[in-house]
């Protein structure tokens, strides 16, 4: 038996393993709102049921919130953890949806046919990429090339409340040799992409008080200290106009360029700079000068004002001098960068510039989260790279992630795990949109591609 009979099994199963897909997609998951609590427990029995089916000793685990799934199944060669998550977000707004959003449909589109409902993309059809990849090997093996723990998450989109007391009651059975992680998109439509590096976030919040009151602008206009306009000054500060660079001083501690050679693949990715910037009305990239896009978007830090508000915001006019002034910051975070140590270079480049009779309050509830930067050193990772491209007929590129992902810095820092993420999503899935939407493209060649990495990695 050869991968070719695993790959061949893939295709003749297909109609058999959409129709699987199209039974999950119908129970509505949303974690979210407690009214679909027992939808929740419906899609991890599902889920344990459809993992038994292939031969796995699966179980739902209770968790304060919603279940887990985990899965195990023996094999030789290495061990590895896949994870994926069965909670979808809220439908709202209904009226938007083209189709009801929990009974999924195929559907004939300008790039081929879709699979279209909630959870098609976001995460249920790259979960079943694995897990069909998985039943097709097993139907031709008769075994699994490698032992193989599966871990399902049921509340991925609420915030994962349950998931790191989870992970630290139970790090010695989901210890493994790397984890795999399906939760992630392609660069452009039909490239293959592994991600490298995801983005950290640093969460910030302070108030600029001037005088006790709101004052009378006729009375105080010109010798009274407008708390707004001192706002303004220090949120300018915040950037160099002629670099684009941040102007915080020691704000790019632990920011590490990226070799040549992941540049070169990311010349060659597909990506469309002008589509990306013109999707949202912008006609040039506005970040630091020296940078590419895509570097900008995936491996450069950032501080952003998400909030910045005070004084009268009412109809109409009112003529006061505001008491106080508000802004709600977040930085990304990329390579080493330290969440902790850069808020401290935050608060002193704001408290610097305070003008007599303003004070600095801040909001110490939020916290940071370092970026996660992949070992590629490691051998699966080109192992992948080459079964992708042979899948998809084109290089395989290492890519980064502007946002973050959390449970793969959770894997690192508790149960010590590197992270591999495949995913087969596109840019227009509409994921948390109305519409959502997978390409059986995407489906098909994923469960494929994840049947190809397999043989790979257990050579």
């Not at 997609?25 to 609590?37: E, M, Q, W």
């Not at 790191?164 to 992630?184: G, N, R, S, W």
């Not at 293959?192 to 640093?202: F, T, V």
């Not at 220090?234 to 941040?246: M, Q, R």
């Amino acid at each position: 038996m050869s991968l070719n009979d695993v790959l061949s099994r893939i295709d003749s199963e297909l109609p058999q393993s959409l129709d699987r897909l199209m039974t999950l997609l119908r129970i509505p998951s949303i974690s979210t709102d407690p009214a679909f609590k027992a939808d929740c427990d419906a899609a991890a029995d599902w889920l344990v049921a459809d993992l038994k089916s292939i031969g796995v000793t699966a179980e739902k685990r209770e968790t304060p919130g919603h279940p887990m799934v985990v899965g195990h199944i023996e094999g030789d060669g290495p061990h590895v953890l896949f994870y994926g998550h069965y909670d979808v977000q809220p439908v709202d707004p209904l009226d938007l949806w083209d189709t009801p959003p929990f009974e999924p449909q195929l559907q004939e589109t300008e790039h081929g046919q879709v699979i279209r409902g909630r959870g098609s993309s976001d995460d249920k059809g790259q979960l079943m990429t694995f897990v069909e990849a998985c039943r097709a090997w097993k139907d031709i093996h008769g075994t699994l090339p490698c032992r193989i723990t599966f871990f399902f998450e049921g509340e991925e989109e609420s915030g994962s409340p349950s998931l790191i007391p989870f992970l630290e009651a139970h790090k010695d059975e989901l210890k493994a040799d790397i984890a795999l992680v399906c939760d992630t998109s392609m660069v452009s439509r039909g490239v293959p992409s592994i991600a490298s590096q995801l983005r950290g976030m640093l969460k910030d919040e302070f108030t600029l008080t001037g005088p006790r009151i709101d004052l009378h602008s006729g009375h105080y206009g010109g010798p009274g200290l407008n708390p707004l306009r001192e706002m303004s000054r220090i949120v300018a500060s915040f950037y160099d106009d002629e670099t684009g660079k941040i102007a915080v001083e020691g704000f790019y501690e632990g920011v590490h360029d990226v070799s040549d050679e992941q540049l070169r693949q990311w010349e060659n990715c597909g990506f469309d700079e002008a589509d990306y910037l013109n999707s949202v009305g912008y006609t040039k990239a506005h970040g630091e000068k020296d940078r590419t896009t895509l570097e900008q978007q995936w491996t450069r830090p950032t501080l952003e004002v998400n909030g910045l508000w005070g004084g009268y915001n009412g109809v109409g006019s009112k003529t006061v001098l505001p008491s106080k002034a508000h802004c709600k910051i977040t930085c990304r975070l990329v390579g080493d960068m330290d969440p902790d140590a850069l808020r401290d270079k935050i608060r002193k480049h704001v408290e610097d510039r305070l003008s007599t009779d303003i004070s600095v309050t801040w909001d110490n509830d939020l916290e940071g989260s370092r970026a996660s930067v992949m070992n590629l050193e490691r051998p699966e990772f080109e192992a992948a790279r080459g079964a992708l491209s042979d899948e998809w007929d084109r290089e395989a590129v290492f890519t980064g992630m502007g946002g973050s992902i959390p449970v793969v810095g959770f894997f690192k820092s508790i149960l010590e795990l590197d992270s591999m993420l495949v995913g087969f999503a596109n840019d227009d899935d509409q994921i948390h949109s109305p519409n959502e939407k997978y390409d059986v493209k995407s489906f098909h060649k994923g469960i494929r591609s994840w049947a190809r990495i397999l043989d790979a990695m257990t050579r």
